[in-house]
């Protein structure tokens, strides 16, 4: 080691934290060999000082406030690790790179809406900021994407990057068990939030959409234009229908480019029993990028937990500290073209549709009335016996339809939802010819 | 861009270079805005300069000797394309970095044999020796181990890491055909060469465990301590023996930390039907990671075409030219420890075992004592019918083990062997628990 050690600090100790913690201080040899140069835990910050967190806090500094931590003489890096898109995660993170400190963070919500102004703050003052751990947990993903993969021009990215909808997905498919009963067995067991729907509405994956997107594509991080739609309205009756016809049900995070339109959705979608993303079960998560000259790649592995994402941080951490991490978005942050995001481009595709309604005669009639009206070609058609709802009169009517496209598709939707014999919001999802 | 252009040559022109050549001439603005530079193609070297490769040479110098590319002024960084662990390749590359000038690579065989004597040199000159194409074809594999996983201390490595052997072993799984019909239309199809031993034998995946082992465990690459076996051996009785018990057949590159001791193999190996390298079909390559804290992670994607191999080219490229790319092995190569590769190391698994042996009584009595005697408990036994083997008299036995310490396997195997009844060679395979 001829290099100068480092100094380094952690703001919030809470399981992924206290992982990174405990690894700095116990593998300082293995990480000073990869670094090139010896790291030092001279500082850190959490809610509660006096918690045993399995380290020694001896010589090591205690801020009460995180935003303390980029002040001090004797901390060179920053690692961010309290959580929250505004309010002292983010006043750390600009006061540090203000002060000439590199930062890393885990933080996907923080990045998505302020990476780019905070890549920018990070070039300007020649330091990095890097957030490995922000996306599909242990998994390298925006290393692959942005460096293993610098010179593809990118066509499609897809990943299952939220493992709570993972694990209540594949745990409805295995067990046949519904959604309310599964979800609340994951609250119990650790792995879903008391309150559940950043998870399961879709907005955790579109956060880590936004910025896969942005490195891919090389646009400016554009959440909003992210049509999400979470998993709570996937019933046991859709697995099931998914499973006859030879699908599992994900919840996909797609971006492509669509003759320059790139766009992007998170969705719960079909996708085959024979592709690599219906055999990513439980908490896994996985990115597959596709692109040329490449081709396709995917890598599975940990979303989540608190030592793949210490993995991610210190993996970003020995190359913010070799002094050779990339620009976090690939490309000088101030190059990003505006979000060219459009929800609305057009697209073709096999959709499923489940609906549920009066079991009268005339309401299957009426139905695909519409659909013939609007072009869409029935592949498959089934109403289910009454017993199926438990005898409040409706049925579910489960059908898929062949090649459509989607504007089409959309607006038949919306005339269907209008039809007095239709009870509740109608599920739909694309039945995905790729993997 | 604020910094100077840089300017590259390429050494061989083959499928590869010309690819690389064609993706750095077409898309030079997509690469500067990666690289952070303009890069520049001032020179090449190939057999043939009047060949049409789907590029003008106009303004490109070409020279007939690939070592003088090392020795021109115009040229930054130089990409060997040419293959051959000694000769031009090796003539060139240290040149190249004895002048200066940063190396990327394809070449696997020559960086197992040389890939850390280079890596000093290069460090020593300060300029960088990039070879990620080496292992695994466009999968950014190095860089997953090397960077992405940095901080772990790294326990298993597994991978197929050889397109051809997957591509016959998957279609004799999928057809029922025999491996020298397979490979018949392999080399038709090009997918194998015409001496295709190199592929067949497990060299090529050899060479490139070899690098995957020095990065993992960091320690000098040992080539010749990998316990090789090839897939002439497996027979089509093997594929559907391993079929009826859940398995599939792939050649496993292995390094594991057992107890200490490095132990590296590439053979033929039973994986269960449920695992992800069951699922890596045809030309693909996959690498699987397991350590701690992640726990595993596996990428899978092309492992050979031009195309592909040309992404992983342009990655290198693209972070030597932005001045970060990490060293070849992870940490300084000086700093690599003594290669600890112990083929003989004690492990337990169980294990697959086809006998061929004449049909006659008392045969199967006299496998079993030995098995006996060696404390071998078989869980399932096998003897086909004598049309089988074509009636030449003998017939194949087929059987499993329960988990047997392997220095107890191969001592039972070795007396079976001296049999007067076995006839050939015994084929062996570890039945794996894991993916």
């Given amino acids: 080691m001829t290099t100068a050690p480092l100094n380094i600090a952690i ?5 992924v934290g206290a992982e990174t913690a405990r690894q700095v201080l116990d593998h300082a040899d ?7 140069r010896v790291l030092t835990l001279t500082a850190v910050s959490a809610r509660d000082a006096s918690r045993d967190r399995g380290f020694s806090m001896d010589g090591i500094a ?11 003489d004797d901390v060179d890096i920053v690692i961010e690790l309290i959580g929250g898109d505004d309010g002292p995660a983010l006043d750390l993170i600009e006061a540090a790179l203000e002060g000439g400190k ?4 885990a933080n996907k919500a923080l990045l998505a809406k302020h990476g780019a102004r905070l890549a920018v703050l990070a070039e300007s003052k020649g330091v990095h900021l890097a957030g490995e751990a922000s996306v599909a947990g242990g998994i390298p993903s925006l290393k692959m994407l942005r460096e293993g993969l610098a010179a593809n021009r990118i066509s499609r990215i897809s990943g299952i990057l939220n493992g709570t909808c993972n694990y209540i997905l594949s745990t409805m498919e295995t067990t046949g068990r519904d959604f309310e009963d599964v979800l ?3 609250q119990d067991l650790g792995y879903a939030e008391a309150d559940p729907s950043f998870d399961v509405d879709g907005i955790d994956a579109a956060h880590k959409l936004a910025l896969l997107t ?3 594509f090389g646009s400016l991080p554009d959440f909003d234009a992210i049509d999400i739609t979470g998993i709570r309205s996937v019933s046991s009756i859709d697995i099931n229908s998914a499973a006859n016809i030879g699908y599992a049900i994900r919840l996909l995070a797609i971006a492509e480019n669509r003759d320059g339109n790139i766009v992007a959705s998170v969705q719960p979608t079909m996708v085959p029993l024979s ?3 219906a055999k990513v079960d439980g908490p896994l998560n996985a990115v597959a990028v596709e692109g040329q000259p490449i081709g396709s790649v995917i890598a599975v592995g940990p979303g989540a937990g608190a030592g793949a994402t210490a993995s991610a941080v210190l993996a970003d951490l020995v190359e913010v500290a070799a002094g050779r991490a990339a620009p976090f978005f690939g490309c000088a942050a101030d190059q990003l073209k505006p979000a060219s995001n459009n929800g609305s481009a057009d697209y073709t595709a096999r959709f499923y549709l489940r609906l549920t309604v009066y079991d009268r005669p005339g309401v299957l009639a009426d139905v695909t009335a519409v659909l013939r009206d609007h072009h869409v070609s029935v592949e498959s058609i089934l109403q289910q016996g009454r017993a199926a709802e438990g005898g409040n009169g409706t049925v579910p009517v489960v059908l898929t339809t062949h090649d459509i496209n989607n504007s089409e598709m959309t607006a038949a939707i919306r005339e269907i939802k209008s039809l007095d014999a239709v009870t509740a919001e109608p599920t739909v999802m694309i039945i995905s010819g790729e993997g």
């Fill in 214 to 216: 942005s490195i891919g």
């Fill in 30 to 36: 293995h990480i000073a060999s990869r670094a090139g």
């Fill in 275 to 277: 592709s690599g993303l």
């Fill in 102 to 105: 590199s930062v890393v963070t």
């Fill in 184 to 186: 609340k067995e994951a």
């Fill in 62 to 72: 205690f801020e009460q406030d995180p935003v303390a931590l980029a002040h001090r």
């Fill in 11 to 15: 703001a919030g100790l809470g399981t």
